[in-house]
């Protein structure tokens, strides 16, 4: 059974061997319809073949460290601290973990490493290409406005709850450029931390993070999964001294957009949602709020259009080396996955938004600007390794 409920949301990166378990509307008030029991799925998780290789580089990148920062790396493996990450600068919105810029080089190094074994090559190289963009974006003179995550302060402010938006008001300028003591955007501003003890049998969690980026990779012996995955962008498109050209989000904005121009007028007219969005909705804070499904059922569409859902979906599944996993459950489900959007189908203005929404697979891509991007990868089931439980409340009025 579902429910209407109102919120003014506002814009602020065969067997299976699978089974894998914010956006801000525009602040006049809709209705969103919530679902008010999740659906029952069995938290399968993925084979994670990379496990040993990961375990040994962390407890190699915590050996480099001071006691007083392996107390900030490393915390406990529970609900709330596995969700204090968010799309904001560090510096604003804390995270778990020890900052980049407070390491020396060899360190740095090292805890690159990490990410580089934890991630595919692809999500690798996104992963430093929106570290990049963060520094592009702290030389630029958008970034002395504030941070770039969203809209600061008054009725614009952050997305609903949780640890996603900023400090009440803020709105302040940007510190002191790249990496700087104090400032917020650059390489130096992201974190990595390990919640639990990495280990190659017993559960924990990796998450790196900074602006626009939180990823979660969790590990239990043998398995893994690779959700929430958040990654954003301003700008979005941009050119380094070098002339060289960088749009790290690019293979995810342009699979959306391929996929909702693929559909007849009479499918985006089932697509299109009520409500406004100008971010992602189930985003930071919001473990578990997940909506009632909306839009048009992929089993309606072409043959083109099923495999143009299946190439956006690989745009995020790519970044994460059990993606093959992934997609071969998401496939399997796409039946009874269903595509929504809002705004227009450019996919590149502000309020633009494409959801993808499945028994597991979760995505959203959302246009908080035309050269600002935000998106979300969840997996309905096993967020976090499914080792806690998020359910929706039954009411939610913001």
Not at 37 to 58: F, I, M, R
Not at 132 to 158: H, I, L, Q, V
Request: glycine letters at 12%.
């Amino acid at each position: 059974m579902n429910k209407l409920i109102v919120l003014p949301l506002c814009a602020f990166v065969g067997t299976l061997s699978l089974g894998f378990i914010v956006a801000s509307v525009s602040c006049a008030q809709q209705t969103v319809p919530q679902q008010t029991k999740p659906v029952a799925l069995a938290p399968v998780l993925a084979a994670a073949k990379n496990t040993d290789s990961v375990v040994d580089a962390a407890n190699a990148f915590l050996a480099t460290l001071s006691k007083e920062q392996q107390g900030t790396a490393q915390v406990e493996l529970k609900a709330g601290l596995a969700a204090k990450w968010s799309n904001f600068p560090a510096a604003v919105v804390p995270r778990n973990g020890v900052f980049f810029r407070n390491l020396n080089a060899a360190q740095v190094a090292v805890a690159l490493k990490v990410a580089k074994l934890a991630l595919s090559e692809e999500g690798f190289k996104r992963f430093q290409e929106i570290r990049a963009t963060d520094d592009a974006f702290g030389k630029s003179d958008e970034a002395k406005r504030g941070p770039g995550g969203g809209r600061g302060g008054g009725p614009n402010g952050g997305p609903p709850g949780g640890f996603g938006g900023p400090p009440n008001g803020f709105g302040g300028p940007g510190g002191g450029g790249p990496g700087a003591p104090g400032g917020l955007f650059g390489t130096g501003n992201y974190i990595i931390a390990f919640l639990g003890t990495p280990s190659k049998t017993t559960p924990w969690l990796l998450q790196l993070g900074g602006h626009h980026l939180a990823f979660n990779i969790y590990y239990k012996g043998t398995e893994g999964t690779s959700t929430p995955y958040f990654v954003g962008a301003q700008p979005n498109v941009w050119k380094d001294d070098a002339g060289v050209t960088h749009a790290p989000l690019a293979p995810m904005r342009d699979g959306v957009h391929e996929l909702v121009n693929s559909l007849t007028v009479a499918q985006l007219k089932t697509a299109k949602l009520d409500a406004n969005f100008s971010d992602v909705y189930v985003g930071p804070g919001r473990d578990g709020q997940f909506p009632a499904q909306q839009g048009v059922a992929v089993s309606e569409l072409s043959d083109k259009s099923k495999q143009l859902v299946k190439q956006a979906i690989a745009a995020w599944t790519g970044d994460s080396v059990q993606g093959a996993e992934y997609r071969k459950l998401y496939d399997a489900e796409l039946d009874k996955t269903k595509v929504a959007y809002s705004g227009s189908t450019n996919i590149s203005d502000e309020g633009d938004y494409v959801r993808i929404d499945g028994p597991h697979v979760w995505i959203e891509f959302a246009c908080q600007a035309s050269n600002h991007y935000h998106t979300i990868w969840r997996d309905r089931k096993t967020d976090y390794g499914a080792e806690f439980s998020f359910e929706a409340p039954k009411n939610e009025i913001f």
